[in-house]
Nanobody
Framework: QVQLVESGGGLVQPGGSLRLSCVAS????????MNWYRQPPGKERELVAG????????SYADSIKGRFTISRDNPKNTVYLQMNGLKPEDTAVYYC??????????WGQGTQVTVSS
């Protein structure tokens, strides 16, 4: 059974930090590019960050560049999103995504991040 399970979300004050984790099972993790998306309340889902299968390449949305860092640990089948300097506008449900050409996308169930004082 192919599965992505996110964790690490929660309530944090502005300026605070969180680290999201996504553990994959049932797929060959090391050949998939991994992405973090988020969906703010009442808005469309948007791509936040991506990392190549080897981990050698990363990309970020302009809105989070310099504050968030994506990384992966292939032996642990895990991708991370370190979020620093959190702002209220970062409030969203964050989703993990596994993507490989010619294969169906795989999505996690999401984890809620709320930034509020």
């Amino acid at each position: 059974q192919v599965q992505l399970v996110e964790s690490g979300g929660g309530l944090v004050q502005p300026g605070g930090s969180l680290r999201l984790s996504c553990v994959a099972s049932g797929l060959r993790f090391s050949i998939y590019a991994m992405n973090w998306y988020r969906q703010p309340p009442g808005k469309e889902r948007e791509l936040v960050a991506g990392i190549s299968a080897s981990g050698g390449g990363t990309s970020y949305a302009d809105s989070i560049k310099g504050r968030f860092t994506i990384s992966r640990d292939n032996p642990k089948n895990t991708v991370y999103l370190q979020m620093n300097g959190l702002k209220p506008e970062d409030t969203a449900v964050y989703y993990c995504n596994a993507r490989k050409t010619w294969y169906p996308d795989v999505w996690g169930q999401g984890t809620q991040v709320t930034v509020s004082s």
